[in-house]
């Protein structure tokens, strides 16, 4: 069956450093979205991203971050310079459409980022 | 500000009762529902969806109960099982927007 990939699975970096998640979403589908869960706190919705820009984004997606789909499988997310509140694990998902029916979001293992 | 709430941060069950994990939210703009369950290192795997149509939807052992009026809903599992011990998430998304509102979760732990 197949599934949305992130790599890396972990990733430990300096506060102030640039950081970029990386996303495979599945291959036919068209919308595609991050997330972050804070530890012990709720799945926070950051964007969503439809036909090359972005579509919709949280008051946390602010100017330090950034999504890309560089090619036609990668979706990543560029957080410019970190800070220790970003720590936290970052989803992706991805959507065959916007339609009801299929509005499902399938999501991948996640890359837990940590600040130090 | 938390639009989709759950208020059990946890519930224990026996094997083999029902388990009914509950959701509220405030938006009444929200007219799809759908329950993620999320084990530890994983990503959130896709549930069950209502739409605010229905009051109802069924898929095997789980059942999501939606009640309009009093921005209720509540998934229903039965009978449980051990490999359904994993954190449920209720989540909600409206016509006017493409992302999901998640509340905070309630771990489930079934008890052989």
């Known amino acids: 069956e197949p599934e949305v990939t992130q790599t890396p699975s972990h990733q430990v970096t300096q506060m102030g450093q640039e950081v970029i998640l990386r996303c495979v979403p599945i291959s036919n589908h068209l919308y595609f979205y991050w997330y972050r869960q804070i530890l012990g706190q709720k799945v926070e919705f950051l964007v969503s991203f439809y036909n090359n820009e972005i579509s919709e984004k949280s008051e946390i997606f602010d100017d330090q971050f950034s999504v890309e789909r560089p090619d036609g499988s990668n979706f990543t997310l560029k957080i410019r310079s970190t800070k220790l509140e970003d720590s936290a694990m970052y989803f992706c998902?991805?959507?065959?459409?916007?339609?009801?029916?299929?509005?499902?979001?399938?999501f991948g293992p996640g890359t837990r980022l940590t600040v130090l | 500000d938390q639009q989709v709430k759950q208020n059990s941060p946890s519930l224990s069950v026996q094997e083999g009762r029902i388990s009914i994990l509950n959701c509220d939210y405030t938006?009444?703009?929200?007219?799809?529902f759908l329950w993620y369950k999320k084990y530890p290192a994983e990503g959130p795997t896709f549930l069950i969806s209502i739409s605010s149509i229905k009051d109802k939807n069924e898929d095997g052992r789980f059942t999501v109960f939606l009640n309009k009026s009093a921005k209720h809903l509540s998934l229903h599992i039965v009978p449980s099982q051990p490999g359904d011990s994993a954190v449920y998430f209720c989540a909600a998304n409206s016509y006017t927007g493409n992302q999901f509102y998640f509340g905070t979760g309630t771990s489930l732990t079934v008890i052989p």
């Open positions: 998902a991805s959507s065959p459409d916007r339609g009801k029916v299929t509005d499902t979001q399938y």
């Open positions: 938006n009444s703009m929200f007219d799809y």
